[in-house]
């Protein structure tokens, strides 16, 4: 059980172009979903925790006008990448908790901005 | 802030051989603390936790004692297994800026050769 999925796997995109990358809890209701940035060969960054229904709360230094989180349902979450940029090029995680606090991981989306 | 440091990797070691992945942490106060494994192409999964201090966490043949007074959380598994190649996050959350939020180690790469 606790499975969660995120769409698409890998993704490349034109500079200035938006990109959204959806993160699904398959088979538990996500009270509450993270979203995490990860650089090569270094550690997870959190970038967002959203709550169903409500607003997401970023952390220091990331852009919220630039990484839009939406949290629509208790199974789906998106992270949207507006206008993005070469700089944006990541692995983008995402997790997904219920009431028990345990975070449960996606396998990741790799993004490419040319 | 809270921040989380282990060994850099990658690490290499034989089938059978002693594994030891170091994981030192800076917080106020107790938080608790976790062992993720990222097996290729997967999502990190949750490999054991401790809570408070002198706990160990134990799963999969490995293990992890929560040290107060080294700020330890070092991971151990006697025997290791070609299936143990992974890459191993350490990481903490709480008690003082959000329970469910995650700190983590910059990974370590583990290579097990046959």
């Known amino acids: 059980g606790a499975v969660v999925s995120q769409h698409p796997s890998w993704v490349i995109c034109k500079s200035g172009t938006s990109v959204k990358i959806e993160c699904r809890s398959l088979?538990?209701?996500?009270?509450?979903m993270f979203w995490y940035r990860q650089f090569p060969k270094q550690s997870l960054m959190l970038m967002a925790t959203?709550?169903?229904?409500?607003?997401?709360?970023?952390e220091q230094g990331v852009e919220k006008d630039k990484f839009l989180i939406n949290h629509a349902s208790l199974t789906l979450s998106t992270l949207t990448v507006t206008s993005a940029h070469p700089e944006d090029s990541s692995f983008y995680i995402c997790?997904?908790?219920?009431?028990?606090?345990?975070?449960?991981f996606g396998p990741g989306t790799r993004l490419t901005v040319t | 802030g809270n921040s989380v440091t282990q060994m850099e990797g990658p690490v290499t070691l034989s089938e059978e051989a002693f594994l030891t992945i170091n994981c030192t942490y800076t917080a106020t106060g107790y938080p608790s603390l976790f062992w993720y494994v990222q097996y290729p192409g997967e999502g990190l999964q949750l490999l054991l936790k401790?809570?408070?201090?002198?706990d160990k966490g134990s799963n999969k043949g490995f293990e992890a004692t929560y040290r107060k007074e080294t700020t330890s959380f070092h991971l151990e598994k006697g025997s290791v297994q070609v299936s143990d190649s992974a890459v191993y996050f350490c990481?903490?959350?709480?008690?003082?800026?959000?329970?469910?939020?995650?700190?983590f180690g910059q990974g370590t790469r583990l290579t097990i050769n046959p």
């Open positions: 088979d538990f209701q996500a009270t509450t």
């Open positions: 990481a903490l959350s709480g008690p003082y800026e959000g329970a469910q939020k995650l700190v």
């Open positions: 997790s997904a908790s219920e009431v028990s606090y345990e975070q449960y």
């Open positions: 401790a809570t408070k201090a002198d």
């Open positions: 959203s709550n169903e229904g409500s607003k997401a709360t970023y």
